[in-house]
């Protein structure tokens, strides 16, 4: 959706965030809009939203509206509502359970089979990142770092723009990767 401001430009991106349960999406939402972190975890119901407004040039503002779709929303059926004019994707997956990487592949699925970038845009797969979340509990013994030339190779064979390691809790990398995905949709304009 475009907005014409005198000279300024005003563009609002729905980016959906899924993965499996408990990977941290709303933290990552919670880091990315509001800077803050909690540890308690209170499962989502259903999806979320939240707002964030980037000041990306002089004359160019990106809306963001996040899309925080409970992990348990893979079983059900409501994804094809939800991702509807959906115009990037986050997924996420925890790097202290690796049960959750099989999740990534059926979310990417999910998404590619349910949304579509715009007639206009040429129709395509949305572009989607990747996030390897909780990357500051491998300083406390759990889990690991990825094997970038995996990951790599993993991305290119399933449709994924490129990964990133992030904390929420840490405040790590989860700019960096949103600012990724922005650049990615701002190409299709
Ligand atoms: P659902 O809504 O159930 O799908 O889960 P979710 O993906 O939204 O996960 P949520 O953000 O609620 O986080 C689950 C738990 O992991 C919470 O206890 C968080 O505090 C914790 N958590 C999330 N991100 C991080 C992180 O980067 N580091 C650490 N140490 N814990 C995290
Ligand atoms: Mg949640």
New binding site residues.
């Given amino acids: 959706i475009k907005k014409t401001l005198a000279e300024m430009r005003e563009y609002l991106y729905k980016i959906l965030?899924v993965?499996?349960?408990?990977?941290?999406?709303?933290?990552?939402?919670?880091?990315y809009v509001h800077n803050i972190?909690?540890?308690?975890?209170?499962?989502?119901?259903g999806v979320?939203f939240a707002l964030k407004v980037i000041q990306w040039g002089p004359d160019l503002i990106v809306r963001l509206q996040l899309w925080?779709?409970?992990?348990?929303?893979r079983f059900g059926n409501m994804t094809r509502v939800y991702y509807k004019e959906a115009l990037g994707a986050i997924v996420?997956y925890?790097i202290?359970r690796p049960q959750t990487f099989e999740g990534v592949t059926k979310w990417k699925k999910d998404i590619d089979t349910k949304v579509a970038l715009p007639d206009a845009w040429g129709g395509g797969q949305i572009p989607v990142i990747l996030l390897a979340?909780?990357?500051?509990?491998i300083g406390?013994g759990h889990g690991q770092h990825a094997n970038p030339t995996e990951l790599d190779q993993f991305c290119n064979e399933n449709g994924f723009l490129t990964w990133f390691e992030?904390?929420?809790?840490?405040n790590?990398n989860i700019e960096e990767a949103t600012r990724h995905l922005i650049s990615a949709i701002l190409k299709l304009e």
Wanted: charged share 30%.
């Fill in positions: 965030v993965g499996d349960l408990g990977t941290g999406k709303t933290s990552i939402i919670r880091r972190f909690s540890s308690n975890y209170k499962s989502t119901i979320d925080d779709i409970a992990g348990q929303e996420v925890d202290t979340n909780k990357t500051d509990l406390e992030t904390s929420a809790k840490d790590s």
